[in-house]
C-alpha cells in the first residue's frame, strides 16, 4: 500500500515524522513482507522547511509520485495553504482516486479547503476547533476523540494523536498484531 505525506513550509514535524515513523516500522518488522510504502510529497518536491526551520527533502512533487492509496495531510501554519488552488486541486484529485484519505492535527482544514471534509464528523488540534468551526460550520467538529473515522475518511487530534491513528490504520490495513508490535517496537504508549 503507497501512502502519501503531503508536506508543506511551516508542516508540523511530528505530525509527519510520528506517522512516517508507524508504517516504516511496521513494514519493517512485519513478517512476510513490507505491507507498507510510505513516502513524502511536496508541491514540487524541492526541499521544504517545516516548523522551526526544519529542512525536509520530499520524495516526489505533485506530477512524479506513485499511485497514492493512502493520502494523508499533515498540519502546522496551514493558512497559506488554503490559498493555494493547485494545491487544492491536488489534494482532491489525489484523495478521488486514493483508498482513504487522513489527516492529522490541523491537516483537516486543508481537507476542508479542498472540500473533503463536507459535513461528517470530524476532530483536530483542541486550540483550532473554534476556528475550523466557524471557518467550516457544516461540519461536526468533535473535542473528546484522538481521532474519527467517517467512511475512507479519518481525522486525528493534535501531533501525538496522529501516531494513535496511524497504529490504528495499520491494525485496520494490516493486523492488530502488527500494529500492537509496531507500538512495542517504537516504545510508545499507545491510546487506542
Not at 17 to 24: L, M, N, Q, Y
Not at 26 to 34: L, N, V
Not at 48 to 73: C, K, Q
Request: aromatic share 10%; charged share 15%.
Amino acid at each position: 500500500m503507497n501512502i502519501a505525506i503531503y508536506l508543506y513550509d511551516n508542516a508540523e514535524i511530528l505530525d509527519f515524522s510520528g506517522p512516517f515513523e508507524v508504517f516504516s516500522t511496521a513494514s519493517r518488522i512485519c513478517e512476510g513482507g513490507a505491507p507498507f510504502n510510505v513516502f513524502l510529497v511536496g508541491e514540487t518536491g524541492e526541499t521544504v522547511s517545516a516548523r522551526a526551520g526544519f529542512s525536509v527533502n520530499p520524495d516526489y512533487g505533485f506530477y512524479n509520485h506513485p499511485p497514492i492509496d493512502l493520502l494523508m495531510v499533515v498540519g502546522g501554519v496551514h493558512h497559506a495553504e488554503l490559498k493555494k488552488p493547485q494545491m487544492l486541486e491536488w489534494i482532491r484529485t489525489s484523495s478521488a482516486s486514493a483508498k482513504m484519505t487522513v489527516s492529522v492535527c490541523t491537516g483537516a482544514f486543508i481537507l476542508a479547503a479542498a472540500g473533503i471534509l463536507t459535513d461528517q464528523k470530524v476532530t483536530t488540534h483542541w486550540e483550532d476547533i473554534p476556528e475550523l468551526k466557524q471557518q467550516f460550520p457544516e461540519l461536526n467538529v468533535v473535542s473528546d476523540q484522538r481521532w474519527v473515522q467517517e467512511g475512507s475518511v479519518v481525522t486525528s487530534a493534535g501531533i501525538t494523536a496522529g501516531i494513535d491513528m496511524s497504529l490504528s490504520l495499520v491494525s485496520l490495513l494490516h493486523s492488530q498484531a502488527l500494529a500492537e508490535k509496531t507500538a512495542r517496537q517504537m516504545d510508545f504508549v499507545w491510546n487506542p
